[in-house]
């Protein structure tokens, strides 16, 4: 998964944001800049990446222009190759990338009307335009799957002698894990949702008589971001949003609240302000469940008995979480934790919980911990869970080494293989390819020799 992420992401998404080629740049009208077997590149389509990239702050040490260039070079390259291919566009992922791009662009603009007076341009057209762009950006991904996937499996030899010929410098260092297994309770559910929504429906009536819908939000609303503008949450697409929020708010008429709202952030007042197409501007109120110190001495009182039990030897940590743990995923393993980013049942530092990390920091191997209150993954319950810990194994910060780290080692050799037969399609479709670029970027400076003829 990691190599298909890399090769996706180093094919550059060129997306045109300029809503006329008649725009001219240091006094030149759009022309093609570079030809690329049959495919062109046009002066717009760079100014229209360079401007998209400086706008989401990227920074480069190099000719921002020359460096777009060469990237959509080597897209043409694959994407060349993957039309003499026959490759299929998958059109599922196609659509999905451009309703994001679309959905992104509604909502960073504030409805259709302003795009299309942004861009010149009916919004129907724009997506057929990029439409066009995420099909060749498609295929030119497939392409570099497909000369990634013609790799021959790495084998531990080569893992061993990446290690070897790598400077220890240059090896990735291993910051400290954890491996810990756990016994979790979660508080009253039940008790605190209905809390909840007794303090809404108070709400709710106080609005239907009259009081204002904005005030409520910043005086009580738990989501601090829309709190301070009144709970209103901007115009934006319903795909931003949990689907039975957007549900309910798109149900509503303009000045309607309503009904109780439940999605994995807590409950919602919805009122509607303005509705665009798929887009719009609601209010919302926000509270989240909250649990009483009964339900807190109730799950400590619990889990202070399951831990003295597994320490006077009757049974061990293990056979507690099967029987007591309330977590199916940690309970399944006898208790252990998995980390979610990996699979594995290691956590740096970064991957672990505040409130787990600040008692696994002070414990040591085979210690049982006294019972604490934490977060739940899955969001459920509010997020607050209830937990006693066993550390099981520290492993310190260290420089990888092919002893305890081969996996990581492996998935870097393979990437390295991977780029590697890459860079030799490149390298090797630069010279059987017709190219030509323009002599305002022929004294660029490319990473890779080979595009001047």
Not at 103 to 122: M, Q, R, T
Not at 223 to 232: H, N, V
Not at 276 to 288: E, P, S, T, Y
Not at 316 to 329: L, N
Request: overall charge negative.
């Amino acid at each position: 998964m990691k190599i298909k992420a890399m090769l996706a992401a180093s094919v550059m998404a060129v997306l045109p944001f300029t809503g006329t080629f008649a725009q001219k740049y240091d006094g030149v009208i759009d022309k093609t800049v570079a030809l690329v077997g049959n495919s062109m590149i046009l002066l717009s389509q760079i100014e229209s990446e360079v401007r998209m990239m400086q706008f989401q702050g990227y920074v480069s040490d190099r000719d921002l222009r020359c460096e777009v260039l060469e990237n959509m070079m080597v897209s043409k390259l694959f994407y060349t190759q993957a039309q003499l291919d026959s490759l299929a566009v998958n059109p599922d992922m196609v659509e999905a990338s451009l309703n994001e791009r679309v959905d992104n662009i509604l909502s960073e603009h504030g409805g259709e009307a302003e795009v299309e007076k942004y861009f010149g341009k009916p919004l129907h057209m724009l997506r057929e335009e990029w439409r066009d762009v995420f099909v060749e950006q498609n295929l030119a991904q497939e392409m570099q799957r497909e000369v990634a996937g013609k790799v021959s499996e790495v084998t531990p030899k080569e893992v061993q002698q990446y290690y070897r010929r790598t400077s220890k410098d240059s090896l990735p260092v291993i910051p400290t894990q954890y491996q810990y297994s756990q016994i979790v309770l979660y508080p009253n559910v039940e008790r605190a949702a209905m809390a909840v929504r007794e303090r809404l429906l108070e709400f709710r009536q106080r609005i239907l008589d009259g009081e204002k819908f904005s005030l409520l939000a910043t005086l009580y609303s738990e989501d601090p971001g829309s709190a301070m503008k009144g709970g209103e949450l901007g115009m934006a697409s319903r795909t931003i949003f949990w689907p039975a929020f957007s549900d309910a708010a798109m149900a509503l008429k303009e000045g309607q609240v309503s009904p109780i709202v439940e999605t994995p952030d807590g409950f919602h007042l919805i009122q509607m302000i303005r509705k665009d197409g798929d887009m719009f501007n609601a209010r919302h109120i926000l509270l989240k469940p909250r649990y009483t110190a009964e339900d807190r001495d109730s799950a400590f009182i619990r889990l202070d008995s399951i831990r003295n039990v597994i320490l006077a030897d009757s049974i061990t940590f293990q056979q507690g979480a099967w029987k007591f743990s309330e977590d199916t995923k940690s309970r399944t393993n006898g208790g252990l934790v998995a980390n979610p980013n990996t699979g594995a049942p290691f956590f740096d530092v970064d991957n672990l919980k505040p409130a787990d990390f600040k008692v696994l920091q002070n414990m040591k191997e085979g210690e049982i911990s006294a019972p604490f209150e934490s977060v739940d993954d899955e969001g459920r319950s509010g997020n607050t869970v209830y937990k006693i810990v066993r550390l099981e194994k520290i492993r310190p910060s260290h420089t990888a080494t092919v002893e305890e780290d081969f996996n990581v080692l492996l998935d870097i050799t393979t990437s390295n293989k991977a780029m590697e037969a890459i860079e030799k399609f490149i390298k090797e479709k630069q010279q059987t390819t017709y190219i030509v670029i323009d002599p305002m970027f022929q004294k660029c400076v490319f990473l890779r020799d080979g595009w001047v003829k």
